[in-house]
């Protein structure tokens, strides 16, 4: 059995458990709640505050029309197909300006930095970054469960970090894409175990009430993920006071 902390063979980096992820991911949230869980909470309500509005022009928008006389429903149909296109567009817009917050607020968090509100509104600077990233990751995503569901399993466990990367280490989304792969090996079985203990998280949150799901659930996801990069990556982490 390989230590805690120590380096796999290989040359894998750390070896690290999602349990562990997740032990540090509650202390976190529960000591630092103000601090950590509600920068992210806040950004998670504007985000889905935002597509929720953009949804509901999409869906309801046409219907309005129609029942106005203005179009037919024929033209409702077209324009809602449209619409979603747009929409699908928008969608990845917001999550490029959000997700460069969610993450800037992860790293400050886990390593013990000052967090606040607004951190999570201060990824602008890497927005076309984690647009082109996104896009491509959707992409590659669709192409691994062409194939099969394993491939696409496997291979979102191995890019998953991009974001982090854009954010730690300045890269462009492609780069980052490419560099989370490489970061991945031999750890792509424990970040699928971590994203299956991230589902039942969030069951257990959905479970016990919607509000913990936001309060607790998500931060905790978040942060979790953050520690995961930090430990691959070599990182020494503070453990939380």
Same mark, same amino acid.
């Given at each position: 059995?390989?230590?805690?902390?120590?380096?796999?063979?290989?040359?894998?980096?750390?070896?690290?458990?999602?349990?562990?992820?997740?032990?540090?991911?509650?202390?976190?949230?529960?000591?630092?709640?103000?601090?950590?869980?509600?920068?992210?909470?806040?950004?998670?309500?504007?985000?889905?505050?935002?597509?929720?509005?953009?949804?509901?022009?999409?869906?309801?928008?046409?219907?309005?029309?129609?029942?106005?006389?203005?179009?037919?429903?024929?033209?409702?149909?077209?324009?809602?197909?449209?619409? $979603?296109? =747009?929409? *699908?567009?928008?969608? &990845?817009? !917001?999550?490029? +300006?959000?997700? #460069?917050?969610?993450?800037? /607020?992860?790293?400050?968090?886990?390593?013990?930095?000052?967090?606040?509100?607004?951190?999570?509104?201060?990824?602008?600077?890497?927005?076309?970054?984690?647009?082109?990233?996104?896009?491509?990751?959707?992409?590659?995503?669709?192409?691994?469960?062409?194939?099969?569901?394993?491939?696409?399993?496997?291979?979102?466990?191995?890019?998953?970090?991009?974001?982090?990367?854009?954010?730690?280490?300045?890269?462009?989304?492609?780069?980052?894409?490419?560099?989370?792969?490489?970061?991945?090996?031999?750890?792509? $079985?424990? =970040?699928? *175990?971590?994203?299956? &203990?991230? !589902?039942?998280? +969030?069951?257990? #949150?959905?479970?016990?009430? /919607?509000?913990?799901?936001?309060?607790?659930?998500?931060?905790?996801?978040?942060?979790?993920?953050?520690?995961?990069?930090?430990?691959?990556?070599?990182?020494?982490?503070?453990?939380?006071?």
């Amino acid at each position: 059995m390989v230590p805690p902390g120590a380096i796999q063979p290989g040359g894998a980096g750390p070896v690290w458990t999602p349990m562990e992820a997740y032990a540090f991911a509650w202390k976190l949230v529960t000591k630092k709640f103000g601090a950590v869980a509600v920068p992210l909470v806040v950004g998670a309500l504007v985000m889905v505050t935002l597509m929720g509005v953009v949804y509901a022009a999409v869906i309801l928008g046409p219907q309005i029309l129609v029942e106005q006389g203005l179009i037919d429903g024929s033209l409702a149909l077209v324009l809602t197909y449209a619409s $979603m296109s =747009v929409l *699908i567009l928008v969608v &990845l817009v !917001i999550q490029s +300006y959000m997700l #460069g917050g969610f993450h800037t /607020v992860a790293l400050k968090a886990v390593r013990g930095q000052p967090t606040s509100v607004g951190d999570v509104f201060s990824g602008g600077k890497y927005m076309l970054t984690y647009f082109i990233g996104l896009l491509v990751q959707q992409i590659l995503t669709a192409i691994g469960y062409a194939l099969c569901i394993v491939p696409g399993v496997m291979l979102i466990c191995g890019i998953w970090a991009w974001g982090y990367l854009v954010i730690d280490q300045g890269m462009g989304g492609v780069d980052a894409l490419k560099r989370s792969w490489e970061m991945m090996k031999g750890h792509k $079985m424990n =970040v699928f *175990i971590w994203g299956l &203990l991230s !589902i039942l998280v +969030y069951v257990a #949150g959905e479970l016990a009430c /919607v509000l913990p799901v936001l309060l607790i659930s998500m931060p905790m996801i978040i942060i979790s993920s953050a520690w995961i990069y930090l430990r691959i990556k070599g990182e020494s982490i503070p453990e939380p006071t």
